[in-house]
């Protein structure tokens, strides 16, 4: 730490750059300190010397095919966004009163969850399961357990499983007998060293892939019990805790795609989001909550990152001069998002100083920690606290834990925020550094090969500054890219099989696990999702961008009730057989466009998926008012028994 310490003390890094490798090493030698299991050499069969090597802390150099001269992004380029990072998101522990108060009310405070426990016993009510398993030993005390299960090449039974998520493994049996990894990765940033890491980890300890989730995330799949915590140990030695990915904890803190390089972004979201994931690692009374808890933040620039589904949202807005409030860019706060149970996030009314928001997050979750159902899994998110209370009572519990007084501001006093790009997160757009690009690269579906992963690495160094961005959307950029060498990205990417290039139709294809590999999914969403990609392909074209989401169950992981197009996975009775099939949902939308998609069909079969929905997409083009009318606005202009008539008389060519 003393070499590290000497090192950030020179010229050579941003504050955001020591910021993070702060950050990440005191997390890396507090993991190294508290386990003596494998090192990545052990993992992989490597010479102990390679292990050895730290991950160098320089950013890479722009060297090999895109060499010239073009200069990288500087820190100082940022501009406006670094200039407003709050001081808590330029330091590597917190400094401000608001946050080390809370650091301090933190201490010591893991009996919250049992003294929550306790108020539902004295009432006389029982516990799920899942929280009688937490009460009788913290799953995160369950390294030996996970050793032990490794050296025997066995996986786990009963609630065992559910412990262990909590570590990032998760069995997935019947779909596959095998271990899926989820991982961590705060804002869905990566570096080229941590990517070309994975890869080998793909090749070597799982199925050779890697899967682009819904929140901005990597998962690793068909892992051998005996690899299990091989593969843990490989990606805490990458920097990559995926401590809390599973079960019911926060998950990945997601921010805007393009964050710091947005030329119409407000903020830059990357401080906040590593923050509060730095934080959520360090104290251990932030896991096992009453249930899942997703928190993202919105920056205002053209790829959203869905912020109104999540149980916080932060969504950045400017206030003009002449209102209550000074001039400037805040955060106003959406709560209790969970489009699975019908239920966007609702604006509370807040308007929060960016300094704020990481003080008001972790106490909004303690409120839910102590006040949330330990009784009921189907009631336990913080949805239902809220039916319960009522949004105004949390709001108010949480600013008083916190010690906050934030001003209160209509929304309609704030500026409109800038249009969301439908597909910006695809093809070569301009970033607020002169000179410099973003780059989307489709990934069918979300997944990668080992060998792409290590192809996309090998792009971002030699292109750009190295950093490749996940997006909710369940594909990646490659940022700061100089224009010169857009056409030599454009070109590698087409080597190792990847675009940046997609149709209407493709570009907006979001699919979960599926049946393949989740016990839950009724069908092979990812499978059928291409298929019906490559079938539109061949036989129409959209001139307007259209949204279809496929999701196995109702857990709805890829969010169907938010899409142009949502599918959603069933059984159908055809005969005296079960196919695989979906129901059909219309008219959903995010952000300004916000609204729970309507089922307008039942227990489609897979096989007649495709042709049902070239019907669907004939009928917009042959009614649709005007050729700027999309389908979105069509779908939602006409009543579900005009939309029937419409697609239901649509010749489909042979």
């Not at 149970?341 to 008001?360: I, K, M, N, W, Y």
């Not at 990934?443 to 909710?472: K, N």
Request: hydrophobic share 35%; net charge neutral.
């Amino acid at each position: 730490m003393e070499v590290l310490s000497s090192r950030l003390n020179g010229d050579g890094f941003t504050d955001e750059q020591k910021s993070y490798l702060q950050g990440f090493w005191s997390g890396f030698e507090a993991v190294r300190s508290r386990q003596s299991g494998p090192t990545w050499s052990a993992t992989l069969g490597l010479p102990e010397s390679v292990s050895n090597n730290r991950p160098s802390a320089e950013p890479p150099a722009i060297v090999g095919s895109c060499a010239g001269g073009a200069r990288r992004p500087s820190g100082a380029e940022e501009g406006e966004a670094a200039a407003r990072r709050p001081a808590w998101g330029r330091s590597s522990s917190p400094t401000s009163k608001e946050t080390q108060s809370l650091s301090n009310s933190c201490s010591g405070s893991e009996s919250a969850h049992r003294t929550a426990q306790d108020r539902f016993l004295a009432q006389g009510k029982k516990l799920s399961p899942e929280e009688e398993c937490k009460r009788k030993q913290d799953p995160l005390d369950a390294w030996d357990d996970l050793s032990a299960h490794a050296a025997e090449g066995k996986f786990p039974k009963g609630l065992d499983v559910f412990r262990f998520k909590f570590h990032g493994l998760f069995y997935v049996a019947p779909a596959q007998d095998a271990f899926m990894c989820r991982l961590r990765l705060p804002a869905g940033i990566l570096q080229s060293h941590q990517l070309r890491g994975i890869a080998r980890i793909a090749e070597e300890l799982a199925g050779g892939y890697a899967d682009v989730t819904t929140r901005a995330n990597l998962q690793l799949r068909e892992i051998k019990a005996e690899n299990g915590i091989r593969v843990l140990t490989a990606l805490h030695e990458l920097g990559i805790v995926p401590r809390g990915a599973g079960a019911d904890n926060i998950r990945n803190i997601t921010a805007s795609p393009t964050a710091g390089i947005d030329p119409v972004e407000l903020i830059d979201t990357r401080p906040f989001a590593k923050e509060l994931h730095h934080t959520i690692l360090h104290h251990r009374e932030l896991y096992g909550l009453p249930r899942k808890f997703n928190v993202a933040f919105d920056g205002g620039g053209r790829i959203s990152v869905l912020e109104d589904t999540n149980d916080i949202g932060f969504a950045a807005v400017r206030v003009g001069a002449g209102k209550s409030a000074p001039a400037g860019v805040y955060f106003r706060v959406l709560l209790g998002g969970i489009t699975g149970h019908l239920d966007f996030a609702r604006d509370t009314g807040l308007l929060l100083e960016p300094s704020q928001c990481l003080p008001l997050a972790l106490a909004m979750v303690r409120v839910f920690i102590e006040h949330g159902d330990r009784t009921d899994r189907k009631k336990a998110r913080l949805k239902y606290l809220l039916d319960r209370w009522g949004h105004e009572r949390f709001v108010e519990e949480s600013l008083a834990r916190a010690k906050l007084s934030p001003r209160r501001l209509a929304l309609e006093d704030c500026e409109p925020r800038a249009p969301v790009s439908k597909h910006g997160h695809i093809g070569v757009h301009e970033q607020k550094q002169p000179g410099y690009r973003y780059i989307g690269v489709v990934l069918p579906v979300g997944r990668m090969t080992y060998a792409q992963m290590r192809g996309l690495a090998a792009i971002a160094e030699r292109c750009g500054s190295g950093t490749l961005r996940l997006t909710v959307w369940q594909n990646l950029l490659i940022s700061d890219v100089h224009e010169a060498h857009v056409q030599t990205v454009l070109e590698e990417l087409h080597t190792i099989g990847l675009s940046a290039k997609a149709s209407g139709i493709r570009g907006g294809l979001v699919a979960c696990t599926g049946s393949k590999g989740c016990k839950y999914a009724a069908s092979d969403t990812k499978g059928h999702a291409l298929e019906l990609a490559s079938y539109l392909e061949d036989r129409l074209q959209l001139d307007h961008p259209i949204n279809i989401h496929f999701t196995g169950c109702p857990h709805s992981c890829a969010q169907h009730t938010i899409g142009d197009i949502g599918l959603l996975g069933t059984k159908v009775p055809v005969g005296e057989d079960v196919v695989e099939g979906y129901h059909v949902y219309l008219g959903g939308g995010y952000g300004a466009d916000q609204k729970i998609a309507r089922e307008v069909y039942r227990d489609v079969p897979a096989a007649a998926l495709p042709m049902r929905i070239e019907r669907m997409l004939r009928g917009y083009l042959e009614c649709r008012r005007d050729a700027g009318e999309t389908f979105l606005e069509l779908t939602r202009r006409k009543t579900i028994p005009e939309l029937l008539e419409i697609f239901d008389r649509q010749e489909v060519p042979a």
